[in-house]
């Protein structure tokens, strides 16, 4: 039996060309409408869980790695982040207090506060549960956003009778 393989979105800065369509793809499939059109027009602004940085020539999207062993919920007081069974870092807001531990502990910058009824609460990347693929990759015009089952560059599968506990 396979152990459990993490997913993460990798970006590819040579690629990237800064057009912003992963944010839009993102703030439209977190809406509630699930439509361009009326989420920008009916709903506002609607907050984007990735945000493409650029310095000069260079940019990329930042959005959550989904770390082995995420600082984010080491740090966090409420329990409010949490490491799923299938390897995604979820922001629980019901549970968050807004300390801003783990925006300070992400060595990536991938968590933000976004304003919930009112109330602000951290808010990360979630790998768009219920789709094959997240919405950004799927946007992403330059293949400048790589989604990956494996488990990275370098690393191979490990059967689970091989992992030695203890």
Same mark, same amino acid.
């Given at each position: 039996?396979?152990?459990?393989?993490?997913? @993460? +979105?990798?970006?590819? !800065? %040579?690629? #990237?060309?800064? /057009?912003?369509? =992963?944010? &839009?793809? $993102?703030?439209?499939?977190?809406?509630?409408?699930?439509?361009?059109?009326?989420?920008?027009?009916?709903?506002?602004?609607?907050?984007?869980?990735?945000?493409?940085?650029?310095?000069?020539?260079?940019?990329?999207?930042?959005?959550?790695?989904?770390?082995?062993?995420?600082?984010?919920?080491?740090?966090?007081?409420?329990?409010?982040?949490?490491?799923?069974?299938?390897? @995604? +870092?979820?922001?629980? !807001? %019901?549970? #968050?207090?807004? /300390?801003?531990? =783990?925006? &300070?502990? $992400?060595?990536?910058?991938?968590?933000?506060?976004?304003?919930?009824?009112?109330?602000?609460?951290?808010?990360?990347?979630?790998?768009?549960?219920?789709?094959?693929?997240?919405?950004?990759?799927?946007?992403?015009?330059?293949?400048?956003?790589?989604?990956?089952?494996?488990?990275?560059?370098?690393?191979?599968?490990?059967?689970?009778?091989?992992?030695?506990?203890?």
């Amino acid at each position: 039996m396979v152990k459990q393989i993490r997913r @993460r +979105v990798y970006p590819i !800065e %040579e690629n #990237c060309m800064g /057009c912003r369509l =992963c944010e &839009v793809a $993102c703030a439209v499939e977190h809406s509630k409408t699930k439509d361009p059109i009326s989420a920008f027009l009916e709903e506002g602004n609607p907050f984007s869980l990735t945000v493409v940085e650029m310095a000069g020539p260079v940019s990329f999207s930042l959005a959550c790695r989904h770390c082995d062993e995420p600082y984010c919920v080491e740090a966090c007081i409420s329990g409010a982040l949490r490491v799923e069974d299938d390897g @995604r +870092v979820l922001v629980y !807001e %019901e549970v #968050c207090v807004a /300390c801003g531990m =783990c925006v &300070v502990s $992400c060595p990536w910058g991938a968590i933000r506060f976004r304003e919930v009824d009112g109330v602000k609460k951290a808010a990360k990347c979630d790998l768009c549960p219920g789709r094959e693929v997240p919405a950004c990759v799927a946007a992403c015009p330059n293949r400048a956003l790589i989604f990956d089952t494996a488990l990275g560059p370098g690393l191979e599968l490990v059967e689970e009778e091989e992992i030695i506990e203890g």
